[in-house]
């Protein structure tokens, strides 16, 4: 059974720095790219963040240069570490495969606010 577990997602102020993993099971985790996705309320889903199975890794625009995407492949786990947070990286934040499949995990919520 596969199982996505994303935790991590707190309330934060503009500017803090966040960490958040993704805990998998129940697929090959270490030969398959992953991606961090966020979905703000009233938006599509997003793909900000991606690392292949060696470890290269692409960014969106809205997040390059400040949230970092890594992985540790023994520990079937996904992490992000998000700085210089701006209201706008307000959002649920989800992993998943690359390309994604069901199912979506129930995420982690990041608000920031001042």
């Known amino acids: 059974q596969v199982q996505l577990l994303a935790s991590g997602g707190e309330t934060v102020r503009p500017g803090d720095t966040l960490n958040l993993a993704c805990v998998t099971s129940?697929?090959?985790?270490?030969?398959?790219?992953m991606g961090w996705f966020r979905q703000a309320p009233g938006d599509r889903r997003e793909l900000i963040a991606r690392i292949s199975r060696f470890g290269e890794t692409i960014y969106s625009d809205s997040v390059k240069g400040r949230f970092i995407i890594s992985r540790d492949n023994a520990k079937s786990t996904l992490y992000l570490r998000m700085g210089g947070l701006k209201p706008e990286d307000t959002a649920k934040y989800y992993c998943?495969?690359?390309?994604?499949?069901?199912?979506w995990g129930q995420g982690t919520q990041v608000t920031v606010s001042s």
């Open positions: 129940g697929f090959p985790f270490n030969v398959l790219p």
């Open positions: 998943n495969t690359l390309p994604p499949d069901e199912p």
